[in-house]
Structure formats: structure tokens, C-alpha cells
């Protein structure tokens, strides 16, 4: 039980477009659903929290124009890089959980392996 | 400040070796505290947690973890390690709304 998925697993796509990203809860509802970045060789960095039906939290110094979050059920939340760069290549990982208490364990997808030519 | 700290960025074992990775937090309230493996280009996989009880934590593929509140430490021990276990190691510790504070991760090397 448990399993959070992420398509695509990987995406290569040219500078300037949008690319979007999908984080599915298979076999529970997720209330909250978490996106991370990952640089190489470091710790996961928090971009926002999605609750379903309501707006993403964004952490400080993440863009929320740039990085559209969409929760629109308690099963799936949208990522969209939109206007993407070469700075955005990365890996991006996404997480759920059935509640928003800090005693809450959270599920993490594969990820998705970014890069923007 | 809540943060958490892991000492040591990289650390090598020989095969059947014991183990052990430190963990330290700060965090003013309960400390909910977490262990996630991630092996390469993968996702984060729990190994285990604790919020309250017994201090000593066993967790999935032999692992466990002792929750100091003197030492504001979480470390995680296996008493043999295998070549599979190879992998980064994040520690991390559960706040409001549910977010998790991550520590920078410690990449284990095994030996042959």
C-alpha cells in the first residue's frame, strides 16, 4: 500500500515551453501532496504544499507563476514548469499524504528527471 | 531554528560491517523524526519513524533507530550491512501542515 507514481519519469524539452508533471496517489487519498527539487548530490528543498481544492503554498523564494501546482483531487496534483530554462533542469520529486498533522508520513514518488535544453 | 544535521556527507563500510548514521536535530516542540532511503535517480523510501514510545525504532531491512532527547539525536544503525544498502540516507523531522525538514543526506559506500 501506499504508492505514489510520477509521469513522466523523465522529460527533455526545449527552452521556453511548458512542461508538466504528474503525482498520483494509486491506492490512498492523499489530503496534502508535497514538490520537491533536487539538485545532484543534495537534500530534497520543499517548493510548495498542495491541499486538494484549495491554492499551493508556496515556500519563500519559489516562484508560483513559474511553477504552477494544481491539486484537483485527492488522488492527483500537477506540477507545470512553465516558460522553462535551463536552470529549471532538475530533479523534482513529489510526495503525499493522507493528513496535514506533522505526525504524518509522507509517500514520495520515483521522481522526474528534468532538463531543459 | 528547525533544521537537522547530518554529520557526515559520505561514509564507506566493508560488507557485514556494522553501521551507524548520526542524525541531530533542533526543533522546538515533539520531535517527529523520520529515516528515507533513496537509492539512485529513485524516489525517498521509509525505513522507519518515531513519534512517541519506546526510543529504540526498528524499521524495514533490518534497520533501526535509537531517539535520543538528551543528545537531540536520531541515529540510524544496521548491525551488518550488505552491498544493497548502498544508497543516500536522509534524516529528517515532521513540522506543521505536515512538511518535512530534510537533513543533507549521507551517502553510504559498501565494500566488497
Known amino acids: 500500500g501506499a504508492v505514489v507514481s510520477q509521469h513522466p519519469s523523465w522529460v527533455i524539452c526545449k527552452s521556453g515551453t511548458s512542461v508538466k508533471i504528474e503525482c498520483r496517489s494509486l491506492?490512498?487519498?492523499?489530503?496534502?501532496m508535497f514538490w520537491y527539487r533536487q539538485f545532484p548530490k543534495q537534500s530534497l528543498m520543499l517548493m510548495a504544499t498542495?491541499?486538494?481544492?484549495?491554492?499551493?503554498?508556496?515556500e519563500q523564494g519559489v516562484e508560483k507563476d513559474k511553477f504552477l501546482i494544481n491539486h484537483a483531487s485527492l488522488t492527483l496534483s500537477t506540477l507545470t514548469v512553465t516558460s522553462a530554462h535551463p536552470e529549471d533542469s532538475s530533479f523534482y520529486i513529489c510526495s503525499a499524504a493522507d493528513g496535514t498533522a506533522n505526525t504524518d508520513t509522507q509517500y514520495f514518488g520515483p521522481g522526474t528527471r528534468l532538463t531543459v535544453l | 531554528a528547525q533544521s537537522v544535521t547530518q554529520p557526515d556527507i559520505h561514509i564507506t563500510v566493508s560488507e557485514g560491517a556494522s553501521l551507524e548514521l548520526r542524525c541531530n536535530y533542533s526543533?522546538?516542540?515533539?520531535?517527529?523524526l523520520f529515516w528515507y532511503v533513496q537509492s539512485p535517480g529513485q524516489g525517498l523510501q521509509l525505513l522507519l519513524k518515531y513519534f512517541s514510545g519506546d526510543t529504540l525504532v526498528q524499521g524495514i531491512k533490518g534497520f533501526e533507530a535509537e531517539f535520543k532527547r538528551s543528545q537531540s539525536s536520531f541515529n540510524l544503525r544496521k548491525p551488518s550491512v550488505h552491498w544493497s544498502d548502498a544508497a543516500e540516507y536522509f534524516c529528517a523531522v515532521g513540522t506543521q501542515g505536515g512538511k518535512l525538514i530534510f537533513g543533507q543526506g549521507t551517502e553510504l559506500s559498501v565494500k566488497p
Open positions: 491506492d490512498f487519498q492523499a489530503t496534502t
Open positions: 498542495s491541499n486538494e481544492g484549495s491554492k499551493a503554498t508556496y
Open positions: 526543533y522546538g516542540a515533539t520531535p517527529y
